[in-house]
């Protein structure tokens, strides 16, 4: 849309507040909101002033004057507003409104003019599908002299015992269930109708494989900018939905200990003047070359892109064997034990790769952003994933003898061993200056200091079930 129809919408629906929307570094929305008296065109093509020393990951209190520029084209009306109220997203402009290169946005944006300028594509495809756990209560506190969370579900297995209808569902047992025992339908039902409001297409909802509430609604792809545009827009529609019917929902990728956990796998393709460039129909798997070499890429890279899709220590309780989480770093044909899965399909215009290792702790646009550099630059070198030890290895992993896994790579055991691949290897992030050796820094520098030594630095409460009688 332009400023024109902008107006236009705000007259005939008669909003009555604008809110501004913008995300920190780390991957968390932020926003303003301006009674409707304040907003003309001059001040949509001008932009807002802001504060950039108040968010995580900006600007020193030194020079903390920047602007909000809105785009436009993300307007919608705000299905939670308590009066009429539209919602833009905004880029992140410096006061001379030179794009903000901390900016998660310009991020994703730098990636797909990157594409573009490399001639291998002119459009990149994603498919994120995320899941979550909606809980009917959560308590948490972590203070000098205490540590502790507790959660509840009415479905969980834990109240098995407690008087009730006795539909519970047993650990790794949610996948697919029927009413009453997937009580959460009604309200995923709602989600997805919050969701088709503001224009998001979606595909499907359905419980998911834990216990406790664990869910996923699909979407439909999009073009990378926009779809962490939907994603960003999908955890607020969610989480405020749940809100309304007295319940929480959290993507946090292990909630619960000894039951699944909650990803984001993240389809993905390249296509060039309207045909997709991961198809081959001779191919293992109908994958082209160009596929094989974007999959080498991931690979290659996936220790130190981990330090992007999976950005949090909680994300590491999910990444260990025997929950289904992706931690072999292989390639396979439809096999979910690898991180990365080739969907099976005989169809070009579905083929696609799979990463299976993500989470929605992370900041979509720089997640993305991330993926696409490192399938670039196995593109760009010529890689094949064959010849790299990366498989294909069509057999459950998990099942297989000592010696069968002893030359299969595993992902990063903890976040801090993440972000030290990250800071050895990153020259992939920073062609085209789609990153910066700036942004990398901060980020490295904002997850070590504020949640991993944060983490390592408290007494865990199982450790004194342990050692407190030691």
């Known amino acids: ?32 909101t301006l009674p409707v008296s304040q907003v003309d065109e001059e001040l949509l093509e001008q932009g807002i002033p802001f504060d950039g020393s108040s968010l995580r990951g900006f600007r020193g209190i030194e020079e903390s004057d920047m602007l909000m520029l809105p785009d436009l084209d993300t307007a919608v009306l705000d299905p939670f507003g308590t009066v009429p109220t539209l919602s833009i997203i905004a880029d992140i402009h410096d006061p001379a409104r030179v794009p903000y290169q901390r900016d998660p946005r310009r991020i994703a944006k730098n990636a797909e003019e990157y594409l573009k300028s490399s001639g291998v594509a002119d459009v990149s495809y994603w498919g994120p599908e995320l899941e979550f756990f909606i809980f009917d209560s959560v308590r948490y506190a972590s203070r000098g002299q205490e540590a502790y969370y507790y959660l509840d579900s009415e479905e969980g297995y834990w109240n098995s015992g407690r008087e009730g209808l006795g539909h519970t569902i047993r650990p790794k047992e949610g996948y697919f269930p029927v009413s009453p025992l997937d009580s959460t339908y009604g309200l ?8 088709q409001s503001v224009g998001i297409r ?31 827009i999908y955890k607020y529609v969610l989480r405020n939905v749940a809100q309304q019917h007295g319940k929480t929902v959290t993507f946090m990728p292990k909630p619960i200990f000894g039951d699944n956990g909650s990803g984001m796998h993240v389809h993905q393709s390249l296509w060039k003047d309207g045909q997709p460039l991961f198809y081959g129909a001779n191919g293992y798997a109908h994958l082209s070359e160009v596929g094989l070499a974007y999959i080498a890429g991931i690979l290659k890279h996936a220790p130190a892109l981990l330090a992007l899709t999976n950005p949090s220590t909680n994300s590491y309780r999910r990444l260990v064997p025997g929950y289904e989480a992706p931690v072999n770093i292989v390639f396979s044909r439809g096999n979910r034990s690898a991180a990365v899965r080739i969907p099976v399909t005989d169809q070009p215009a579905a083929s696609r ?26 593109i760009r070198n010529g890689w094949d994933p064959r010849k790299m030890g990366f498989g294909p290895i069509d057999k459950n992993i998990y099942a297989l003898s000592e ?12 976040f801090d061993e993440a972000l030290r691949a990250l800071e050895a290897d990153h020259d992939f992030l920073l062609a085209g200056g789609v990153f910066s050796e700036d942004l990398l820094n901060t980020w490295i520098d904002l997850k070590q200091r504020n949640e991993v030594d944060a983490v390592n630095l408290r007494p865990h409460p199982l450790e004194f079930e342990l050692y407190f009688n030691s």
């Not at 995923?188 to 969701?195: C, E, G, I, P, Q």
């Not at 834990?210 to 900018?225: K, P, V």
């Not at 290792?357 to 670039?376: H, K, Q």
């Open 353 to 378: 790769i799979e990463f299976r290792t993500p989470d929605s702790t992370s900041n979509p646009y720089l997640a993305f952003a991330g993926c696409l550099m490192a399938g670039l630059d196995g």
């Open 403 to 414: 010696g069968e896994r002893e030359h299969i790579q595993a992902v990063p055991g903890s």
């Open 188 to 195: 995923r039902t709602a989600m997805v109708k919050a969701l």
């Open 1 to 32: 849309m332009n400023v024109s129809e902008v107006m236009r919408v705000i007259r005939e629906k008669q909003i009555e507040m604008v809110d501004f929307h913008l995300i920190d570094l780390p991957g968390t929305w932020q926003h303003v």
């Open 202 to 232: 979606v595909e499907m909802h359905h419980h998911e494989v834990a216990s406790g509430g664990q869910g996923e609604i699909d979407l439909r792809f999009n073009s990378l900018t926009k779809m962490a545009d939907t994603v960003m």
